[in-house]
């Protein structure tokens, strides 16, 4: 599986961006995808993931902000990004994992696209 991260960009506090990650590869549809983010100086962390089964998780500091979600037929999973804070500003990453673990744990994913930066000005 390879994974295609953009979407990212600069937008002003309050506003919305939409993140696409598509990926290729046969066992996409199998698959679960996350969400992760890296601010500079500071640690990748879990934003949201999605199964394949379309179940999906958030961190705390996403939740009803942000919507994970996909489009198995054009093996594409979005991540819709609404009231942007400058605390969401990072390089965004989406990951793949056939794996049945915790989506909240980097190490659980086996592919990563290259990441795509959201920048939010206040």
């Known amino acids: 599986v390879q994974l295609q991260a953009s979407g990212g960009g600069l937008v002003q506090a309050g506003d919305s961006l939409r993140l696409s990650c598509a990926a290729s590869g046969r066992t996409f549809g199998s698959a679960a995808t996350g969400w992760f983010r890296q601010a500079p100086g500071k640690e990748r962390e879990f934003v949201a993931a999605?199964?394949?089964?379309?179940?999906?998780t958030y961190d705390d500091s996403v939740k009803g902000r942000f919507t994970v979600s996909r489009v198995n037929a054009k093996n594409t999973v979005y991540l819709q990004m609404n009231s942007l804070k400058p605390e969401d500003t990072a390089v965004y990453y989406c990951?793949?994992?056939?794996?049945?673990?915790?989506?909240?744990?980097?190490?659980?994913?086996?592919?990563w696209g290259q990441g795509t930066l959201v920048t939010v000005s206040s």
């Open positions: 999605i199964s394949w089964l379309g179940g999906v």
């Open positions: 990951a793949a994992t056939h794996s049945y673990s915790d989506l909240r744990v980097q190490e659980h994913y086996d592919y």
